[in-house]
């Protein structure tokens, strides 16, 4: 059974950095795809960045020039670096990842943005 781990949410200032961390454990298969999705006070669960094997990246445009997404060197993890940090990013941030028409969902961590 794939489990999705996630970790690096927390509190953080205006401008401020966090790095999330996403891994794969008990999978054997290299994914085809990994991303990280959103959801807001409020508000409906969006894309943040996805991820390809192929190596092909996606932005939301609210966070274009400010978070990153990267695979990791160890098979089936994905990192999101977010940079210049604004209160409207404060969400639960969840990792998916998908192999072929199977998605596996992460359980979410909270960021929040606030001084």
């Known amino acids: 059974q794939v489990q999705l781990v996630e970790s690096g949410g927390g509190l953080v200032q205006p401008g401020g950095s966090l790095t999330l961390s996403c891994a794969a454990a008990?999978?054997?298969?290299?994914?085809?795809?990994m991303g990280w999705y959103r959801r807001g006070p409020g508000a409906e669960r969006e894309l943040v960045a996805s991820v390809t094997n192929g190596g092909s990246k996606n932005y939301a445009d609210s966070v274009k020039g400010r978070f990153t997404i990267s695979r990791g060197v160890a098979k089936n993890t994905v990192y999101l670096q977010m940079n210049s940090l604004k209160p409207e990013d404060t969400a639960v941030y969840s990792c998916?990842?998908?192999?072929?028409?199977?998605?596996?969902w992460g359980q979410g961590t909270q960021v929040t943005v606030s001084s």
């Open positions: 008990g999978s054997i298969f290299s994914m085809s795809g």
């Open positions: 998916r990842m998908w192999n072929g028409a199977t998605n596996y």
